[in-house]
């Protein structure tokens, strides 16, 4: 297949996949912040004496990745900070390369940027999420020809980089997406040296025959040689998994601008690339110039995909039900600039869970993501941040497909990419006055056909905006049984309406809201208001809680005893839909946005199988039940110290596992064994109807596998028989300490001291003294106003090595203290 050239991209200044693997170094350290804005560039730059107490602005050191709004994105009591920030350091260059470049590469950064050296700007770039290049080579050469290079900076040079996530409305995404537009240095900085002439791009379109019996790879590349060097020499080499060399090609040639096919080969019966077996190939490009070679390394995979006609989905001739889930940049303490070592844990539990597709939404991701996703075995769609508010002018236009342009070449040799992504929710309106379904089918439409341009190889996808689901090549529309509209039970029946109108079909984005640690003896309470027979897709307005029909998005309890019910139930449907290409979780880990201030935990995205830092609530062993294989069990309650009812009463226990049978223990008394059936709801069968004794209880399960080999799992739990009258006070207590960090727990419990189980009250945090709450972390364990669970809730302090009084406040009832 060969690469289409594109004359109009010539003189885009954008980096490669791989950035040159000699000489690349991260810049992480000895960098300085300021939040706000500065008079000029000469404010970043001038000299400032130690200790000077007039020296303004105060600056504080950080270290990247960095986000403005590691904090304040979750912070109860403000808006997230939507505005300018800059960043200063002194680079100190050594390039090895004979009148080689410098560059410095940019993997994101939120969402207009700015570089200067010293007191020249150099570079500027509009958009967060996609990568670029800034050649400082010119600058910093100047600069070193000035007095104060050696005077005053000591040979050293300074590096000022302003960026901005200011609101516009001319900018992609909307800030009324359903997530925050963060600002700052947010993912990876890199300095870069090259040779005068290096290889930019290289586009491997590696495809093979549904029977795996010949593969193609055709070859073709772009130079960056900005001194117009006239003679190069090529050579190229395709390497097995092992690293043995299959095939190479060497030409001279003259020096060429844009994009050139280079080499066209096959190879017989090449291993393919699967979620099982995630085979990956190497290819090698060396250009030399002048003498001075310059290596540039790509990893791709070989394989066949097919979204079948009114079909499920193919790999390599063989059905793949997609088991998907979702991704957002968000993390605990440091919103969006999650480390390698954060992103690679976040990617290795989804496949643990048996993730083997994932929905990255709703933006160009990291470079880290999309190499895990080639080595673990995850197929993609990714997709431009085209989200919501409407449709803008050129300028918006423009960003468009910039956005759509450089994610495809930056990410066009990944092996487990197989959908490009135009966008999300272009049927909300909101930004504009004006809002036009014609011109955003339009605009639409130009997107499909220049992704298919520049990758013909493909699929292109949306999500939620009918009148545009027949211009793409797959639509998932918007489909929430039991949580926005409709119950659960109607998920089979409302997907198959939809997969009936449309030529490929995929689900994307189910699921619901849970806050973590609250459980429910009746979780399915709020059904039985709940409107059937009128759609499951979600409408404007439906992720508020207050006003409207009856959903269970408003009026259920948010516990993760009803999300896993709504889990099993289309987990164990998605079993029996033969023509389902599959479908994705929303989300895989809970997320900070705007748009939601009043949920339990203000300002977060409650539906992940994980908290923002990573804890898993109960949902994700449901998920392992049942999309792994390696034996695992889970006593449902993990997170669920005391449970509720009356004396003698039958309490359903529920086991998760994919082991065949698994036999429970109540206080040390077998409650029988049970074979697992995944269409036998709940938990595939594995349930039991026991009777608790008051106070404590130990829950024992043995699983049993196939070839005969136990695994177990316990908890233990209270059991609450004396029930409760309204709340009447808050009692505050410290449950630990290590490591100087003490957990605190707050009660609520009514006037005979009888804790209330089923408070859901909003509850206050705070401290005086030498400590600090350990809060704005988006979780229900780390925010200092949180709802309560079960009538309780945890956050932590950083004692300091000092004294401090906490407190906690809900309105209507008197504050309660603890000194620590």
């Given at each position: ?19 040159f ?13 300021l ?6 560039i ?16 105060l ?8 986000c ?32 080689g ?28 999420y ?12 100047a ?75 055709n ?36 020096a060429?601008n ?15 690339w699967?979620?099982e ?7 090698q ?16 995979g070989?394989r ?16 793949l ?9 968000d993390h ?53 941040p ?81 009148f ?28 198959k ?6 030529e490929?079909?995929?689900h ?14 009746s ?37 993760e ?14 079993e029996?839909?033969?023509w ?13 946005t705007p ?37 695992m069990?889970h006593?449902y ?5 005391v ?6 009463e039958q309490?359903?226990?529920?086991v ?22 995944s ?15 008051p106070g404590?209880n ?32 808050l ?19 009514d006037?005979?001291n ?21 809060d ?9 106003k ?12 950083d ?22």
């Amino acid at each position: 297949m060969k690469r289409v050239k594109l004359v109009f991209l010539l003189g885009l200044l954008v980096c490669s996949q791989y950035v040159f693997a000699q000489n690349k170094q991260r810049l992480t350290h000895n960098w300085e912040y300021l939040k706000g804005d500065l008079g000029g560039i000469w404010e970043a730059i001038r000299p400032v004496k130690e200790g000077n107490p007039e020296s303004v602005p105060l600056w504080e050191k950080v270290n990247l990745p960095h986000c403005f709004n590691a904090l304040d994105g979750v912070d109860p009591d403000v808006n997230y900070y939507q505005g300018p920030g800059w960043y200063r350091t002194l680079l100190d260059l050594k390039n090895p390369y004979t009148e080689g470049r410098s560059l410095l590469h940019f993997e994101g950064a939120g969402q207009k940027t700015q570089v200067y050296i010293y007191d020249k700007k150099v570079a500027e770039h509009v958009g967060g999420y996609d990568e670029w290049t800034a050649d400082i080579t010119d600058a910093v050469n100047a600069f070193k020809k000035t007095d104060v290079f050696q005077k005053q900076f000591k040979g050293k040079v300074p590096l000022s980089i302003r960026c901005d996530n200011s609101r516009d409305l001319e900018m992609i995404p909307s800030s009324l997406s359903d997530f925050n537009v963060y600002g700052g240095l947010y993912r990876y900085l890199n300095l870069v040296y090259t040779p005068k002439v290096a290889v930019d791009k290289i586009f491997a379109a590696a495809s093979v025959d549904a029977k795996g019996s010949l593969g193609k790879l055709n070859i073709s590349g772009r130079l960056l040689n900005p001194e117009g060097i006239d003679t190069v020499s090529l050579k190229i080499e395709v390497k097995d998994p092992e690293g043995k060399t299959l095939g190479s090609w060497e030409n001279q040639m003259k020096a060429f601008n844009g994009d050139k096919a280079l080499w066209e080969t096959s190879i017989k019966s090449p291993r393919l690339w699967s979620p099982e077996r995630p085979v990956l190939y190497t290819v090698q490009t060396t250009v030399t110039a002048r003498g001075i070679a310059h290596v540039h390394t790509e990893k791709i995979g070989f394989r066949n995909f097919e979204f079948v006609k009114k079909g499920p989905f193919m790999l390599n001739g063989k059905r793949l039900l997609l088991r998907g889930t979702h991704r957002h940049e968000d993390h605990a303490g440091v919103a969006a600039a999650m480390t390698e070592e954060m992103i690679r844990q976040e990617m290795q539990m989804m496949k643990d869970m048996g993730v083997n597709f994932i929905r990255l939404g709703h933006y160009q991701q990291s470079r880290i993501v999309l190499d895990l996703c080639d080595s673990l075995g995850i197929l993609v769609w990714e997709e431009i941040p085209w989200c919501r508010g409407g449709l803008g002018g050129e300028v918006y236009k423009e960003q468009g497909r910039r956005m759509l342009t450089n994610m495809i070449e930056q990410h066009y040799n990944h092996a487990s990419v197989i959908i490009w992504g135009l966008g999300n929710e272009n049927d909300w309106p909101g930004d504009f006055n004006e809002f036009d379904e014609q011109k955003i089918r339009t605009f639409m439409k130009e997107l499909n056909d220049l992704s298919h341009k520049l990758d013909p190889s493909r699929k292109t996808a949306i999500r939620r905006c009918d009148f545009c689901k027949d211009i793409v090549d797959v639509y998932s529309p918007s489909i929430w049984a039991g949580w926005y509209r409709g119950i659960y039970t109607e998920y089979k029946e409302a997907s198959k309406k939809e997969f009936e109108r449309v030529e490929h079909f995929l689900h994307v984005e189910w699921g619901g809201d849970s806050h973590a640690g609250r459980h429910s003896e009746s979780p399915d309470k709020a059904l039985s208001a709940v409107q059937t027979g009128v759609g499951t897709d979600e409408r404007d307005g439906d992720a508020s809680l207050f006003g409207g029909s009856a959903r269970v998005s408003k009026d259920g309890d948010w516990s993760e005893s009803y999300i896993v019910n709504l889990i099993d139930w289309h987990l164990k449907e998605q079993e029996n839909m033969p023509w389902l290409t599959g479908a994705a979780y929303w989300p895989f880990k809970d997320f900070s946005t705007p748009v939601r201030p009043d949920n339990p935990v203000p300002y977060m995205n409650q539906k992940g199988v994980v908290e923002r830092d990573f804890s898993k609530k109960e949902a994700y062993y449901v998920f392992q039940s049942y999309w792994t294989k390696t034996p695992m069990v889970h006593i449902y309650g993990h997170s669920w110290p005391v449970r509720w009812g009356d004396a003698g009463e039958q309490k359903m226990v529920k086991v998760y596992s994919n082991c065949a049978e698994a036999e429970l223990f109540l206080n040390g008394k077998s409650m029988g064994k049970k074979k697992r059936n995944s269409q036998s709801y709940p938990a595939a069968g594995l349930k039991w109807m026991v009777k608790y004794q008051p106070g404590k209880n130990e829950i024992k399960v043995v699983a049993t596998t196939k070839d005969g080999k136990t695994i177990s799992d316990e908890i233990v739990q209270e059991y609450q028989t004396e029930k409760w009258d309204k709340p009447a006070k808050l009692v505050l207590e410290k449950l630990s300490e290590k490591d100087n960090i003490a957990v605190i727990q707050v009660k609520l419990l009514d006037k005979n001291n009888i804790l209330c189980l089923d408070a859901r009250s909003y509850i206050t945090f705070g401290l005086t003294g030498d400590g600090k709450l350990i809060d704005d972390q988006g979780t229900s364990s780390g925010s200092r106003k949180v709802q309560l669970y079960n009538g309780r809730a945890l956050i932590s302090v950083d004692l300091n090595k000092g004294k401090s009084v906490a407190s906690v406040k809900s309105d209507g009832l008197p504050s309660a203290f603890v000194e620590l």
